[in-house]
Nanobody, 124 residues
Framework: VQLVESGGRWVQAGDSLRLSCAAS????????MGWFRQVPGREREFVSA????????YYADAVKGRFTISRDNAKNAVFLQMNSLKPEDTAVYFC??????????????????WGQGTQVTVSS
């Protein structure tokens, strides 16, 4: 499965942004999907995840209430709606797929397939 993120750009604090992740070479319907982010010099960190059937979602405390993950298995895509963006949300955002379970949804190692990332920059 190949994943390609899009939608990242420069925005101002308080703005909204919607990231998309398009999959090819296989169906994502069998996988949980996640979003992670990374800034230079720091570990890649969990942002959000959604189970294969879309029934359960997970969020990092830092984004809870501001970000919403969703998926469209028919379109082989996953999305991250980001509202009330803050400068500390600035990072490269990665889409990932894997057969995670509830206890591993936040773990990078439970996500087998990764995109190349899309840059989000939030200016104060």
């Amino acid at each position: 499965v190949q994943l390609v993120e899009s939608g990242g750009r420069w925005v101002q604090a308080g703005d909204s942004l919607r990231l998309s992740c398009a999959a090819s070479g296989g169906t994502i319907a069998r996988y949980g999907m996640g979003w992670f982010r990374q800034v230079p010099g720091r570990e890649r960190e969990f942002v959000s995840a959604i189970k294969a059937n879309g029934g359960t979602t997970y969020y990092a405390d830092a984004v809870k209430g501001r970000f919403t993950i969703s998926r469209d298995n028919a379109k082989n895509a996953v999305f991250l709606q980001m509202n009330s963006l803050k400068p500390e949300d600035t990072a490269v955002y990665f889409c990932a797929a894997g057969p995670f379970i509830t206890s591993t949804a936040r773990n990078k190692d439970a996500h087998y397939y990764w995109g190349q990332g899309t840059q989000v920059t939030v200016s104060s």
